[in-house]
């Protein structure tokens, strides 16, 4: 069916009015730096202003600050990390030939379960690497607990973590480090990019080094680092974005809200619970529908929507540890309910930071009608 309905997309990047950035464009062309100068120094104070947090490198990607931070912690052997994630989380182990070790996530917050991780933990366990998911902040203080009863390195990837808080404080501060993306579908985008935060000076230090190939500057290479640098143009939109972030994350908060508040209530559909005293930046805003309640699938509502032009993602699906890459890691016999029932029932609806709320609101009609037309009636 061809639907003349206008296009609802799922997400869409915020950008400043180009008239706001044009001027620190032209400044960057005429300085002759081009790449890791000026703006990416003002992007790295902003943010570590921002989260609060004594130490920021920005880097070429949160894949490139992985990879480096994984380096540079000294990881060995095997990292715990969950399969109900991005796959570029695992990208930064499988680059270091460090063994991902798959935990399975809560069914409520879809975060890594401290449980799961204390399960997966062997004599030859180095690290965590847990997953802020969508935006909600991970158990830290139990994944903290373990990590320090275990004496393993905990860090997080943060990439959806811009606008999120955990205990009313921003992300950033927590574990050895934590990663950011400033992806074009993340709350900060860039164009491409991502920030590394930490309290360890060493650590920020060596990042330094590290994203310039392994180059202290002497031309006599230390390590064999990367080219992870961000370039200064991405750096201004990245600057720009994050002057602009707090009422961003705001706005999408309350789209968010709106979304629960209208959907709330349909049989078999539930929404990624938020614990109290911590915020989500929604970086996806994903419904879980229990087909044997609702009487229809994701996929049937996935469907129904893309009919009428409204896009949507199954988000995270398939989980990591059943993906081409890496099902060669997952454990013989290991089973991972929570992850595989989560993967096969969430979806992504469209949410960005300056969408209008008669989108939301269209969004919530069409899932409505498509209850009527196949589930299970309230
Ligand atoms: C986007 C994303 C990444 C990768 O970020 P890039 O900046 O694109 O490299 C890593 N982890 C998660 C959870 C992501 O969503």
Redesign the pocket.
Known sequence: MKSKLPHIPLTRPSTPPFAEVAPHLKKVAASGFLTNAGYVRKLEDRAARMLDVPHVVAVS???SGLILTCKLLGLTGEVIVPSF??F??VHGLVWNNLTPVFCDCDPQTFNADPESVERMITRRTSAILA?HVFGNPANIAALARIAREHKLKLLF?A??GFGSAYRAKPLGRYGDAEVF???PT?LAPAG?G?IVTTRSRKLANELKVARDYGNPGDYNCSFVGLNARMAEWNAVFGWAALNRMPQLAHRRRRLAERYKKNLAGLPGLSFQSIPENHLSSFKDFVIMVDPRRAGLSRDDLAQFLAARNIDTRRYFFPPVHRQTAFRRFAKRGQKLPVTDFVSRNILALPLYSHQQTAEIDRVVQTVIACYRKHGTQS
Do not use: N, P, W
């Open positions: 990607s949160a894949t994630t991005f570029a989380t997953v990837d990439a959806h993306s400033l992806s993340k491409e991502g």
